[in-house]
């Protein structure tokens, strides 16, 4: 089942920060650690869950951090796990607001630009976010509760709007 809220900027990015100090007590001093997603849009209604995009610069060093994540309790799936991403959770139920999502990736790969890109797109075009936010809304209108139905219609807007 997927539930919106107009998400809170202000808290939320407080939030991303305090998370963020933490990343950094147990990461790699040169790892970037972003704050992407929904959450990290002021006005954006989405699920109010903090996404965070963390880059490293070769294998090696992702599967340190891959490690390092789960040393740390955050859970990884091993569903959408390729040899450049890998997807981590606060929690193994499905997730509702306030959870945690960590997107490890390696930069300077097309999906961690994607990340990137987006954001900061969105960031810069507000008339885009308010869109964007009002497709999420529509499909939850529309009847579509369903997560992976849900994630796959936002991905067709998304991939379009990186094309």
């Known amino acids: 089942m997927v539930y919106l809220v107009k998400q809170n900027y202000k808290e939320n990015k407080k939030l991303y920060k305090r998370i963020e100090q933490n990343l950094r007590k147990v990461l790699l001093k040169n790892v970037q650690i972003e704050h992407v997603g929904s959450t990290a849009i002021p006005n954006m209604y989405g699920k109010n869950i903090i996404d965070i995009l963390i880059g490293v610069e070769n294998n090696s060093e992702f599967e340190n951090i891959s490690n390092i994540l789960e040393d740390n309790n955050y859970i990884s799936s091993e569903k959408s796990k390729t040899d450049i991403y ?5 929690t193994s139920n499905e997730t509702e607001s306030g959870d945690i999502h960590i997107h490890l990736v390696i930069k300077n790969t097309q999906r961690f630009n994607d990340y990137i890109i987006l954001r900061n797109y969105l960031l810069s075009n507000k ?8 497709l999420k809304r529509k499909l939850i209108n529309d ?3 369903d997560r992976k139905e849900y994630k796959k219609k936002k991905s067709e807007y998304v991939s379009n709007l990186l094309d």
């Not at 890998?86 to 606060?90: D, R």
């Open 127 to 134: 008339k885009e976010a308010k869109n964007y936010s009002d």
């Open 143 to 145: 009847g579509v509760t």
């Open 86 to 90: 890998k997807f981590f959770a606060s």
